[in-house]
T-cell receptor, first 113, second 114 residues
Framework: GESVGLHLPTLSVQEGDNSIINCAYSNSASDYFIWYKQESGKGPQFIID?????DKRQGQRVTVLLNKTVKHLSLQIAATQPGDSAVYFC????????????FGKGTRLHILP | DAGVIQSPRHEVTEMGQEVTLRCKPI?????LFWYRQTMMRGLELLIYFNNNVPIDDSGMPEDRFSAKMPNASFSTLKIQPSEPRDSAVYFC????????????FGAGSRLTVL
């Protein structure tokens, strides 16, 4: 989920296939992680979250995996649909009773017909 | 619930003018966040409040920016004087408070400073 300058990483996936969006974080003290979806012209929308005492959490068609050893987070979307086209952000809470949520740069998911 | 409500949705102004962006959080939420989104810098946290008190304003770019939360149902972000580099989409988000970190975002205010 890292980006450089103006360019968001883009993942192109065939409709019906599974999507995997990756995110690296740097703060080993972060204890809560969230994935958000942002459609064009809208604010980010919560998808799924995970706390640092877990390594996997499943929702409806989505799964989040957390690997604290390498500070890596992934979002898996099963059977990708046209409505899944959006920019996906991973976000983290830095812990230490701090409530702020820090966002990564985002990954654009493009669905191929 | 109507969600987080922001106004205006779009604002075009000239350099040097004062800009005020407004936010009504979800009723019952006691944390409120202001973010700025640009292509170059992504989503940046500017400031957040718990129970109407500013907790962390380290993301506020400079003294031209100020934010207030006079009560639990209203917050403003003010830029005075505005500059072209302030052009961005400004988002307000609220959450249920300490330990309840899921943010609900408003639709954003798109600011263009000429």
């Amino acid at each position: 989920g890292e980006s450089v300058g103006l360019h968001l990483p883009t993942l192109s996936v065939q409709e019906g296939d599974n999507s995997i969006i990756n995110c690296a974080y740097s703060n080993s003290a972060s204890d809560y992680f969230i994935w958000y979806k942002q459609e064009s012209g809208k604010g980010p929308q919560f998808i799924i979250d995970i706390r640092s005492n877990m390594d996997k959490r499943q929702g409806q068609r989505v799964t989040v995996l957390l690997n604290k050893t390498v500070k890596h987070l992934s979002l898996q979307i099963a059977a990708t649909q046209p409505g899944d086209s959006a920019v996906y952000f991973c976000a983290e809470n830095p812990g230490n009773r701090d409530d702020k949520i820090i966002f990564g740069k985002g990954t654009r998911l493009h669905i191929l017909p | 619930d109507a969600g987080v409500i922001q106004s205006p949705r779009h604002e075009v102004t000239e350099m040097g003018q004062e800009v005020t962006l407004r936010c009504k959080p979800i009723s019952g939420h006691n944390s409120l966040f202001w973010y700025r989104q640009t292509m170059m810098r992504g989503l940046e946290l500017l400031i957040y409040f718990n129970n109407n008190v500013p907790i962390d304003d380290s993301g506020m770019p400079e003294d031209r920016f100020s934010a207030k939360m006079p009560n639990a149902s209203f917050s403003t972000l003010k830029i005075q004087p505005s500059e072209p580099r302030d052009s961005a989409v400004y988002f307000c988000a609220s959450s249920g408070g300490p330990g309840a970190n899921v943010l609900t975002f408003g639709a954003g205010s798109r600011l263009t400073v000429l």
